[in-house]
């Protein structure tokens, strides 16, 4: 029997699925559009455009663009002191950093799930600790 929490939850789920297909198919419309030298500011433009063309007027954050090594960035984050968890983070993205620089340049479908390409890096996972710590 489904409560009143549970139901809430399937409409969020539902409304936040429906939202992160609308932003991949942003990103292949705009993605399909491209030719040799536009830039992430005009990338970036054409998805808030795109965007704004199927009624989108509130956002969690404008739309933004990377291309090259900046697609995979790892450094977006930081700590104040020890922090062996983002230490590990870190690592494990390092590690899926060429996996998704090498599936962009294929222009994988955004659409696919991400995990079919992360097979070879299966092994390494699991808890561990930080390398400091080995």
């Known amino acids: 029997m489904a409560t009143a929490v549970t139901s809430e939850r399937s409409v969020q789920l539902r409304g936040f699925r429906t939202v992160q297909r609308l932003a991949c198919a942003c990103g292949e419309a705009v993605a399909a ?13 054409m998805r808030r455009q795109w965007l704004g063309e199927r009624g989108v007027g509130d956002r969690f954050h404008l739309p933004f663009a ?3 090594d900046r ?10 002191g020890v922090n062996p968890v983002r230490n590990m983070l870190m690592a494990d993205l390092r590690a899926h950093r060429g996996l998704i620089l090498r ?18 890096l ?13």
Request: proline share 7%.
């Open 33 to 45: 559009r491209f030719k040799p030298g536009v830039t992430e500011r005009e990338a970036a433009r």
């Open 66 to 68: 990377w291309f090259g």
């Open 71 to 80: 697609a995979a960035d790892i450094g977006c984050s930081g700590s104040l």
């Open 103 to 120: 599936e962009v340049r294929e222009r994988r479908s955004s659409l696919r799930p991400f995990g079919c390409g992360t097979q070879s």
């Open 122 to 134: 299966k092994g390494r996972g699991g808890p561990r600790r930080p390398a400091e710590e080995r």
